[in-house]
């Protein structure tokens, strides 16, 4: 009777995790349950070992096995979700054709010293261009497309796409003129959230919302994006989100930061032309055609997927084991211990960061538009409870300066757990939720704009 069990499970384990999409799954649901059949298969080794006498082998084959799932289901909890973006863009793509990855400015922007690039992230070289030729650099993504964006604790967010490129509904076109306009990263993005803080500051404030952030952004490509909406449209308020990582440098595989977007040229130009433009969104139509073709190609050199006999190999190999140690001790420097990188900035880039908040101050004073510079939590400074050193000294130079902004960073060290994700490092739902009703009260506060009754 024991063999017969002992088969019967060896049998069934080996086709749920070669035929049944448990190890090809967004799902962690999905994990846990082969997880689970690993763990019988250990349990049933052991016992059929033990009825033949052969003890040494039963412990030495059992400790293997258990090892194997430990490693199993922390890796599945623990595995960062971009690691498994590619693996999730084919199996989404084989359900809608249509659906594209989410594609921001960094994609176009060149690997640096510094850099470890992965295929999200790797080097686009070349620009979209327009039906006569003009290459734009993009501060969008694709228009009219359901985009795959991130994955944290509520699973693969996927997004439609506006007329632009950027997460919001369409009609948030129809009347732009007047509108609250937020600019930034992946936090106006709404990674990784349906109902993320953009989201709520659209059912919170009685005014037209806009959100142009993508993910990966930094205050320069905010800059741009907001230049270029301002040859076309006239809001009324716009608000700019910086977290942490905007200015300074962080334990990233990518530096997405200030620094970064100060060496790519047609980005500094913004900096040093006051009067230059791509004339970006009236100019979108023009190459859109393009840029979905050159995309296209480059979803094309993404790596094959794996078959789930690779991926089964890699769990019982004690793979994700491996890989999730080495990534907690190159991350040792975020996980809640201050590190000098982290929380400085290099002194000649200071100069360009004044600089930029002085322009967007004159900038908006001479279009009738108010700007307001919201300084957001951040996750690992908020578990550290420290906030980055050079913002103090932002605050002081736009007091100096007369410059509005808003300090959230160190208001909330005593709510970290509920206000961030568990997995990665944005907002949780609730989190947002408490955002957003924290910055629509200021907005209202300052007569920036009306909230709705």
Known sequence: MVYFYAAV??????????????????????????VYHLC????????????LGKVIWANLLSIILIFSCLGTVYGAITESADQSKIDAFYGFKKQN???VPAVFPQSFMPIFEGDSARPEYSYMSEWPETEWGEAIFPLSGLS???????KEDNGWH????????????????????????????????GACLEKN???????????????????????LVYYATYREFLEEYEPQTAVFVFSANDFVRMHHRLLIDFSREL?????????????FTQHYFKQYPAFEEDYNRKVNAYIESYPKQETRLEKFAQYISGYFIVATVKKRYQAKGISGQEDVSYYSVPEHEKPDAY??????????????????FVFIPHKYGCMAKVSPAFYEDLFIYMNKNNILYLNLFDEYYDQCDTLFTKVGGHFSETGSDIISTDIAAHLRDMSLASIKE
């Open 9 to 34: 499970a060896l049998v069934y384990f080996l086709s749920f995790a070669l035929f049944s999409p448990a190890f090809g799954s967004s799902d962690l649901g999905d994990v846990y349950i082969a």
């Open 40 to 51: 019988a298969i250990a349990v049933a080794l052991f016992l059929l070992f033990k009825v």
């Open 97 to 99: 054709f249509q659906i």
């Open 144 to 150: 009219n497309k359901p985009t795959l964006n991130c």
């Open 158 to 189: 996927i997004y439609d796409a506006d007329r632009y490129g950027f997460n919001n509904p369409d009609w948030v076109w129809d009347k732009p003129n007047g509108s609250i306009l937020f600019l930034g990263d992946s936090f106006v993005n």
């Open 197 to 219: 803080m953009i989201y709520g500051l659209r059912n919170k404030l009685d005014h037209n919302v806009i959100g142009l952030g993508l993910r990966g952004s930094s205050p």
């Open 263 to 275: 060496r790519v040229p047609i980005l500094k130009t913004y900096l040093t032309d006051k009067n």
């Open 355 to 372: 600089k930029l908040l002085d322009q967007i101050h004159d900038v908006s004073k001479q279009r009738g538009v108010h700007a307001l």
